[in-house]
């Protein structure tokens, strides 16, 4: 609990309204985490902020607070939330209603996949408070009916994936357009010097908050490990520790749409009750997953990364990494989907023979080791037939390769033609290689 949470503190200590105190009770939150205590002081003075934390330590509350107690009433568009992702724009808006539900504000999300047509109603009644992604914040602000000259807090909220998933432009020209006196807050689970450049270049003499430093980037109630397993015993083993762990609830991240679609079918035929979650399904359909899911009523989601950064629920007890992420940083998103606020979380890794480089760039990145673990009741599967027939393809032209270089060893000249005197300790040369690279570039030796 010390880790992530202030037990020397309470949100009374922080000088809240009673409306927010009244919210965040209701929330069932007594001790502030961390980031909160440290950050919310010099957030609700008006500075701006440079803020990093672990991920799954209440960076959404430690920046909501803020933005409930500075917007008034009779101000709309007066704050802007920025999120790389549909489904965290649905969450964190969801954060700031419940912490402001004894306020009067407003607030409203937009984003890519709900029609114009409804966020376009919603933004023609002057909300305080706009949650979106760069793409639908822009689109809308070009179509009149997001004006940013009112904003007076700016909120870019995992800055470190919306860089990572290609918004750096759209959010310079979004903080470029802000030419009025406003308030502006970073906050990551990661700070990188693109990071760092671009909040010299838009805060204004920020207060830096670092609560991770000299730490893990990891909780350490999130208890990892990692199993070592062939390509093609994946499923066998996932569906092995589903029915022997019987977890609460499960999140299994997969890296392509298509594996996710394949791998939730193997599970629904093994009898898992197991849903798909991932870029290409309908907004609506993406939404009602993420509801039975707060509402505890699912058992195994197989996602995309889209919902790395995207999903909030308490609840989920594991976290399974079906593939390894190739960016380590992934990783550490992933694995934040459990153990949020202080409750205990398992993250398993599937690692594949190759991948031994990956796993250890990934506990460096994490400083944390990343144990081994293994079923004695699991018993590894034949190779494919495809891997086999690759085995012997692969077996037969490594031995073309040592036949041919026997041969050229054999037709080397048997007699001593080593001369000390130009060669020291080598062989003289007597014929041009069999093969050279034909490189017709000049140079001063040629």
Same mark, same amino acid.
Request: with cysteine; hydrophobic share 35%; aromatic share 6%.
């Given at each position: 609990?010390?880790?992530?949470?202030?037990?020397?503190?309470?949100?009374?200590?922080?000088?809240?309204?009673?409306?927010?105190?009244?919210?965040?009770?209701?929330?069932?939150?007594?001790?502030?985490?961390?980031?909160?205590?440290?950050?919310?002081? @010099?957030?609700?003075?008006?500075?701006?902020?440079?803020?990093?934390?672990?991920?799954?330590?209440?960076?959404?509350?430690?920046?909501?607070?803020?933005?409930?107690?500075?917007?008034?009433?009779?101000? @709309?568009?007066?704050?802007?939330?920025?999120?790389?992702?549909?489904?965290?724009?649905?969450?964190?808006?969801?954060?700031?209603?419940?912490?402001?539900?004894?306020?009067?504000?407003?607030?409203?999300?937009?984003?890519?996949?709900?029609?114009?047509?409804?966020?376009?109603?919603?933004?023609?009644?002057?909300?305080?408070?706009?949650?979106?992604?760069?793409?639908?914040?822009?689109?809308? %602000?070009?179509?009149?009916?997001?004006?940013?000259?009112?904003?007076?807090?700016?909120?870019?909220?995992?800055?470190?994936?919306?860089?990572?998933?290609?918004?750096?432009?759209?959010?310079?020209?979004?903080?470029?357009?802000?030419?009025?006196?406003?308030?502006?807050?970073?906050?990551?689970?990661?700070?990188?010097?693109?990071?760092?450049?671009?909040?010299? %270049?838009?805060?204004?003499?920020?207060?830096?908050?670092?609560?991770?430093?000299?730490?893990?980037?990891?909780?350490?109630?999130? %208890?990892?490990?990692?199993?070592?397993?062939?390509?093609?015993?994946?499923?066998?083993?996932?569906?092995?520790?589903?029915?022997?762990?019987?977890?609460?609830?499960?999140?299994?991240?997969?890296?392509?749409?298509?594996?996710?679609?394949?791998?939730?079918?193997?599970?629904?035929?093994?009898?898992?009750?197991? %849903?798909?979650?991932?870029?290409?399904?309908?907004q609506n359909k993406r939404n009602r997953v993420m509801s039975r899911m707060r509402k505890g009523e699912l058992s195994v989601v197989v996602a995309s990364d889209l919902a790395a950064r995207g999903l909030d629920v308490d609840d989920i007890s594991h976290v399974i990494n079906y593939d390894l992420p190739e960016d380590p940083e992934v990783y550490v998103h992933r694995i934040g989907r459990t153990a949020r606020v202080g409750k205990d979380g398992i993250a398993w890794s599937f690692v594949t023979p190759e991948q031994g480089a990956l796993l250890t760039a990934i506990e460096k990145l994490t400083n944390v080791e990343i144990l081994a673990s293994e079923y004695s009741d699991f018993k590894p599967?034949?190779?494919?037939?495809?891997?086999?027939?690759?085995?012997?393809?692969?077996?037969?032209?490594?031995?073309?390769?040592?036949?041919?270089?026997?041969?050229?060893?054999?037709?080397? @000249?048997?007699?001593?033609?080593?001369?000390?005197?130009?060669?020291?300790?080598?062989?003289? @040369?007597?014929?041009?290689?069999?093969?050279?690279?034909?490189?017709?570039?000049?140079?001063?030796?040629?």
């Amino acid at each position: 609990m010390d880790e992530v949470y202030d037990t020397s503190a309470t949100f009374a200590d922080l000088g809240l309204s009673d409306p927010v105190l009244r919210g965040i009770r209701e929330m069932g939150f007594e001790h502030p985490t961390h980031i909160q205590a440290v950050m919310v002081p @010099p957030a609700l003075d008006g500075s701006d902020i440079l803020g990093q934390s672990k991920t799954g330590t209440g960076k959404t509350v430690a920046f909501g607070i803020p933005i409930i107690e500075r917007v008034k009433t009779d101000s @709309p568009f007066a704050s802007l939330c920025l999120v790389p992702t549909r489904e965290l724009a649905i969450q964190v808006t969801h954060e700031l209603r419940n912490i402001g539900r004894f306020t009067d504000l407003h607030v409203v999300p937009i984003y890519g996949g709900q029609r114009m047509k409804v966020q376009n109603e919603k933004l023609k009644r002057g909300p305080h408070i706009i949650v979106g992604t760069p793409g639908r914040v822009m689109d809308m %602000h070009r179509r009149g009916r997001l004006p940013y000259e009112h904003i007076q807090l700016a909120v870019l909220d995992e800055v470190d994936r919306m860089l990572d998933i290609g918004f750096r432009d759209d959010i310079r020209q979004i903080l470029s357009t802000l030419q009025q006196d406003h308030q502006t807050i970073f906050v990551s689970a990661t700070i990188s010097r693109e990071i760092e450049t671009l909040a010299r %270049h838009y805060l204004n003499n920020p207060v830096k908050i670092d609560v991770s430093e000299g730490k893990s980037l990891t909780v350490s109630q999130v %208890h990892q490990r990692h199993f070592t397993v062939q390509p093609w015993d994946k499923n066998r083993l996932l569906l092995h520790l589903l029915k022997n762990e019987e977890p609460a609830l499960t999140l299994v991240f997969c890296r392509t749409k298509q594996t996710v679609d394949a791998l939730t079918g193997y599970l629904k035929r093994k009898g898992i009750s197991a %849903h798909a979650m991932h870029g290409d399904m309908y907004q609506n359909k993406r939404n009602r997953v993420m509801s039975r899911m707060r509402k505890g009523e699912l058992s195994v989601v197989v996602a995309s990364d889209l919902a790395a950064r995207g999903l909030d629920v308490d609840d989920i007890s594991h976290v399974i990494n079906y593939d390894l992420p190739e960016d380590p940083e992934v990783y550490v998103h992933r694995i934040g989907r459990t153990a949020r606020v202080g409750k205990d979380g398992i993250a398993w890794s599937f690692v594949t023979p190759e991948q031994g480089a990956l796993l250890t760039a990934i506990e460096k990145l994490t400083n944390v080791e990343i144990l081994a673990s293994e079923y004695s009741d699991f018993k590894p599967g034949e190779p494919p037939a495809a891997v086999l027939n690759q085995q012997k393809e692969e077996a037969r032209r490594q031995d073309e390769i040592r036949t041919t270089h026997s041969r050229v060893r054999t037709s080397l @000249p048997t007699t001593d033609t080593s001369d000390s005197s130009k060669f020291p300790g080598g062989q003289v @040369p007597v014929a041009l290689p069999r093969k050279r690279m034909g490189g017709r570039i000049r140079t001063k030796r040629s």
